[in-house]
């Protein structure tokens, strides 16, 4: 077991597997920070090993070595260049799933962030996955199913990867031994975000945030924010749900619906400006959303 809430999906993959019903195309669909690289991995690693039980690999045999070694011939990656996963990354897919398996056994495909493909490269996948080849399989993560074309997502067996039982998440990050930070269990459903930012040395820059965001609507000299949120989009958005949960209390405690979705609306505009417009006067664009906000808050 990798993580103690994906052991349902892991049960669920074995008895698939077990079964004789595991598809040969699987997505696995969950947000940033659940743990679904990991599941990939471990599902890749156990298709390609010699002795693997219930889809976990034995982590002994030769193939496992391989895969220790990141040298595994049988099994390929594919992640964005960039902002995109093109064309030729997925014909090399294809070329891949003809060629013989080295091992004898099975041959894996993993893309990582498959929303990222380009409309020729989604194309070009679906053909591999309309004509699939005994011992081949494609194994796809994404955190969004919306982007993905009706075609491949019909084409693919559909997993989604949460956290069901969020008290789970919280004892696997108290383990961790992190402050207890008022906002913790606001990523339960996002557990490896809290080790990330632990081992990067960030959780006092995300309590900032917080601080900031529970603050906002008193008005102060923004300049500290804007340093911190320029230097990572990821900020823009944790600062915003922030932001966003202080609206939802605000709702609870009485302010009028319209009111709210304004506040909400005006939330999403900083964040689709803050995120994709190159350039923006951020200091500017954060004054301008508080002076929103706290119009919605009288």
Not at 167 to 180: D, G, T, Y
Request: one cysteine or more; hydrophobic letters at 40%; proline letters at 3%.
């Amino acid at each position: 077991m990798i993580y103690p809430w994906l052991s349902n999906v892991e049960q669920q993959l074995a008895a698939s597997f077990n079964a004789g019903r595991f598809h040969h195309g699987q997505l696995f669909n969950g947000q940033q920070g659940v743990g679904k690289r990991a599941l990939v991995e471990q599902l890749a690693n156990a298709l390609l090993c010699l002795s693997a039980t219930n889809l976990v690999p034995c982590g002994h045999c030769k193939s496992c070595h391989l895969n220790q070694a990141v040298t595994h011939p049988d099994k390929y990656v594919v992640q964005a260049d960039g902002q995109s996963i093109g064309v030729d990354d997925i014909r090399s897919v294809s070329d891949f799933m003809h060629q013989s398996a080295a091992q004898n056994a099975n041959k894996v495909v993993v893309i990582n962030d498959c929303h990222k493909m380009t409309t020729a490269a989604a194309n070009a996948l679906l053909k591999t996955l309309e004509e699939p080849s005994p011992q081949r399989f494609l194994l796809l993560t994404t955190s969004a199913t919306t982007q993905l074309p009706a075609t491949i997502l019909s084409r693919c067996a559909l997993t989604q990867v949460k956290v069901n039982d969020a008290n789970v998440a919280m004892n696997w990050i108290s383990q961790l031994h992190v402050p207890a930070y008022p906002w913790l269990k606001m990523f339960t459903q996002q557990p490896l975000l809290i080790a990330r930012w632990q081992q990067d040395e960030q959780l006092k820059v995300i309590d900032e945030l917080y601080k900031f965001a529970t603050e906002l609507k008193q008005g102060h000299n923004f300049s500290a924010l804007v340093d911190i949120i320029s230097k990572d989009t990821e900020r823009v958005r944790v600062f915003c749900l922030f932001l966003s949960e202080q609206l939802k209390q605000q709702l609870i405690a009485g302010m009028d619906f319209d009111s709210y979705q304004s506040a909400q609306n005006a939330l999403a505009e900083f964040v689709q400006n803050s995120t994709q417009i190159l350039g923006l006067n951020l200091p500017l664009a954060v004054s301008r959303l508080a002076y929103r906000l706290r119009k919605s808050y009288k």
